[in-house]
């Protein structure tokens, strides 16, 4: 049906499991993988990525103001050239998830073929790791970017954290890399957070090719499209063409310690949550244009306080019915915790609130 299906189990575990430690993630892999961080000036910890640690801390409940999502109203079509604009979050290898959810919106056949005719598709990054299949996910997405444009649409990706890792990973392996964080290499950062090896084995130089050529963020009908919830953008560049740009160079420069530190900058998270939060949006709304921001990277549970312990293992999960609106209307946060039990997003934007 599709390029890569079948390639993993078709249930996942309904748990927060999702997020432990892989087995293989304690085997020897070389003798420089992880060394513990350097504290940061005033022993604290610095506020991008550790390598000791998953990215994902669980917060306290409570901690951000929750904004209630009404049901989203039927959009009307475009018209015009373009028709309806449509965004999707992190997949994380649940082809099977990503099917269903592209299918229900009307966006791809029974067949997994594209049936949007001139309908926008934007993927939010973070195609791999966590979930089974994640080239698949990537082959998917090739394969309908070259079936939209066909039917006068387009779907497009964003460039995501973890197609930073798994570039890292396959590039630079077990090459020591410094940055503030401390001292790690890529190969041990990918199977900590989720690296699945079935991918690795099946990553060609296509994928390889496709994933250094994603933009970091782009402008659709007001919308500011970025992957991760941080202000970090603004190190590369003060618009959307320079901060693309400039990262696709630092890719093609193909040197260790830089990309490491682009990776850990994707990882920063959760900027526009509690009372900064609206500033912080409207720094990066300012700078690049738009009228708010449409993000992956942290999911909602996430967001909201809402997830519960690892330890769980009784089959609950946070349940997740849309994007979560907030910063005072200016932010939507598009990743559903497809990994945790929740729910992969797709939904056209404008959203009604």
């Known amino acids: 049906m599709t390029q890569g299906a079948g390639q993993g189990p078709d249930v996942r575990t309904a748990t927060l499991r999702d997020f432990r430690v892989p087995a293989y993630v304690h085997e020897t892999t070389g003798p420089a993988e992880v060394h513990p961080p350097a504290p940061a000036p005033g022993g604290l910890p610095d506020d991008g990525y550790t390598p000791t640690q998953r990215d994902l801390p669980v917060i306290n409940r409570g901690d951000t103001v929750q904004v209630q999502v009404m049901p989203d109203p039927p959009q009307p079509r475009p018209s015009g050239e373009h028709g309806p604009l449509f965004v999707v979050g992190d997949v994380h290898g649940y082809l099977n998830e990503l099917l269903a959810a592209l299918q229900e919106q009307g966006l791809i056949d029974a067949d997994g ?45 964003l460039m995501g954290n973890h197609e930073l890792l798994l570039l890292g990973a396959k590039r630079f392996g077990d090459t020591p890399v410094n940055s503030g964080a401390g001292t790690a290499t890529f190969q041990a950062a990918w199977l900590l957070n989720g690296g699945q090896k079935t991918d690795m084995e099946r990553l ?20 500011l499209l970025v992957h991760s919830d941080t202000t970090a953008y603004l190190d590369y560049g003060d618009s959307i063409e320079a901060v693309n740009d400039t990262i696709r160079e630092t890719l093609t420069r193909n040197d260790a310690d830089e990309c490491w530190d682009l990776f850990r900058k994707f990882t920063k998270r959760f900027a526009f949550r509690d009372e900064s939060g609206p500033s912080a949006v409207r720094e990066l709304l300012d700078v690049y244009g738009g009228t708010r921001i449409v993000h992956g990277h942290s999911p909602i549970p996430y967001l909201l306080g809402d ?27 598009m990743d559903g915790g497809v990994t945790m039990a929740g729910k992969l997003l797709v939904c056209q934007l404008p959203l009604g609130i």
């Open 113 to 157: 073929n594209w049936s949007a005719g001139n309908a926008r598709l934007w993927f939010l990054g973070d195609f791999t790791d966590r979930g089974p299949d994640g080239i698949g996910v990537i082959d998917l997405v090739m394969r309908l970017s070259a079936e939209a444009a066909a039917a006068g649409g387009y779907c497009k990706a």
């Open 307 to 333: 997830v519960g312990s690892e330890d769980e293992s009784d089959g609950g999960g946070p349940v997740i019915e849309g994007p979560h609106v907030y910063a005072d209307g200016l932010a939507i946060a």
């Open 204 to 223: 060609e130089d296509h994928h390889l090719q496709w994933m250094a050529r994603l933009d970091a963020m782009e402008e659709a009908d007001g919308h």
